[in-house]
């Protein structure tokens, strides 16, 4: 509340108007809250771990480096909010790892976190450090319009075909179809997306995916860079102890033996990235999403492709 209160004063004071205008306002005002103790605003802290650690723990998690980020780390002037909302098992952990790795193979300050529900006080919450807020988040809600616009600067997203996306579902032991809110919030999420990067080609060719990505976010990367954080993301693994791995997000069998085999394979087409041996259900998929499938070029892809 405090911080709402000062970032009304200072927009008027500044004679800020627009949403672009006021993107960054809040950020940068949340430093200087912390920074001259105006009002009592509590840091957010880390979490410890232990019972009160679950699979939908939304405090903050720091790797062995990120936890020795000093004075001699880049710290930004201007904190921003990046939202990486990729659906489930299109490669939206991938994504949120990219984002992760590239700010930190080139020290630039940046907590990430998973929060399934976005709130204004949660994302004012975050900006406490002065670095950039990551947030990896799923679902939709329609107060997202107005929400998201005032505080993302970049929302990230991936898409990747139905027919992939249901047997990984199944391999999963999730469900058998996919529901149709599950499309509903992508395309909601795509109205806002800065970035929509396509699940096949980070398979293919994730080395320059990754380069499309730093350009996006504005991060000064070298050839080097790039190949550093596109092998730490191959050899990414899960919790050896089992659930989630709170850094990484990533779960058990995360990622199939399929997958892995195609990884950085030109010759990797579509349709075997994303085999589905149903063709009733390959079938509905055209018929209950044909905005999402002929949107993104997938309803071409027949089983005959294989």
Same mark, same amino acid.
């Given at each position: 509340?405090?911080? !709402?209160?000062?970032?009304?004063?200072?927009?008027?004071?500044? =004679?800020?108007?627009?949403?672009?205008?006021?993107?960054?306002?809040?950020?940068?005002?949340?430093?200087?809250?912390?920074?001259?103790?105006?009002?009592?605003?509590?840091?957010?802290?880390?979490?410890?771990?232990?019972?009160?650690?679950? =699979?939908?723990?939304?405090?903050?998690?720091?790797?062995?480096?990120?936890?020795? !980020?000093?004075?001699?780390?880049?710290?930004?002037?201007?904190?921003?909010?990046?939202?990486?909302?990729?659906?489930?098992?299109?490669?939206?952990?991938?994504?949120?790892?990219?984002?992760?790795?590239?700010? !930190?193979?080139? !020290?630039?300050?940046?907590?990430?976190?998973?929060?399934?529900?976005?709130?204004?006080?949660?994302?004012?919450?975050?900006?406490?450090?002065?670095?950039?807020?990551?947030?990896?988040?799923?679902?939709?809600?329609?107060?997202?319009?107005?929400?998201?616009?005032?505080?993302?600067?970049?929302?990230?997203?991936?898409?990747?075909?139905?027919?992939?996306?249901?047997?990984?579902?199944?391999?999963?032991?999730?469900?058998?179809?996919?529901?149709?809110?599950?499309?509903?919030?992508?395309?909601?999420?795509?109205?806002?997306?800065?970035?929509?990067?396509?699940?096949?080609?980070?398979?293919?060719?994730?080395? #320059?995916?990754?380069?499309?990505?730093?350009?996006?976010?504005?991060?000064?990367?070298?050839?080097?860079?790039?190949?550093?954080?596109?092998?730490?993301?191959?050899?990414?693994? =899960?919790?050896?102890?089992?659930?989630?791995?709170?850094?990484?997000?990533?779960?058990?069998?995360?990622?199939?033996?399929?997958?892995?085999?195609?990884?950085?394979?030109?010759?990797?087409?579509?349709?075997?990235?994303?085999?589905?041996?149903?063709?009733?259900?390959?079938? #509905?998929?055209?018929?209950?999403?044909?905005?999402?499938?002929?949107?993104?070029?997938?309803?071409?892809?027949?089983?005959?492709?294989?």
């Amino acid at each position: 509340r405090t911080l !709402r209160s000062l970032a009304r004063c200072t927009f008027a004071f500044q =004679g800020l108007q627009s949403s672009e205008e006021m993107q960054g306002a809040v950020p940068l005002l949340a430093i200087v809250a912390l920074s001259y103790g105006c009002g009592r605003v509590a840091a957010f802290a880390d979490c410890v771990g232990g019972r009160a650690c679950h =699979g939908e723990c939304e405090l903050r998690h720091l790797d062995s480096i990120e936890r020795t !980020r000093n004075e001699s780390w880049n710290w930004p002037l201007r904190p921003h909010i990046i939202i990486v909302a990729g659906p489930e098992r299109s490669g939206s952990t991938w994504l949120y790892n990219a984002v992760r790795l590239l700010h !930190r193979q080139v !020290r630039v300050a940046c907590d990430s976190y998973w929060i399934h529900t976005l709130s204004e006080d949660k994302l004012i919450e975050r900006l406490h450090s002065g670095a950039h807020v990551l947030i990896k988040t799923h679902e939709w809600e329609a107060f997202y319009s107005d929400l998201v616009p005032r505080f993302a600067k970049h929302v990230v997203i991936t898409h990747r075909d139905l027919r992939g996306i249901t047997a990984s579902y199944r391999r999963v032991g999730w469900a058998h179809s996919l529901p149709k809110k599950y499309v509903d919030d992508h395309m909601q999420w795509r109205e806002h997306a800065s970035l929509d990067i396509r699940y096949e080609n980070v398979v293919r060719d994730g080395m #320059s995916q990754l380069a499309e990505l730093a350009a996006h976010l504005g991060l000064s990367v070298s050839a080097q860079d790039i190949a550093a954080v596109h092998h730490e993301l191959r050899d990414m693994k =899960g919790n050896p102890r089992g659930g989630v791995d709170q850094v990484t997000k990533i779960w058990p069998r995360h990622v199939s033996i399929s997958t892995k085999k195609y990884m950085d394979r030109a010759d990797a087409q579509d349709a075997g990235l994303n085999h589905l041996d149903d063709a009733a259900e390959e079938q #509905s998929l055209l018929r209950r999403f044909p905005e999402y499938m002929q949107g993104y070029g997938y309803a071409d892809h027949s089983r005959g492709d294989l």
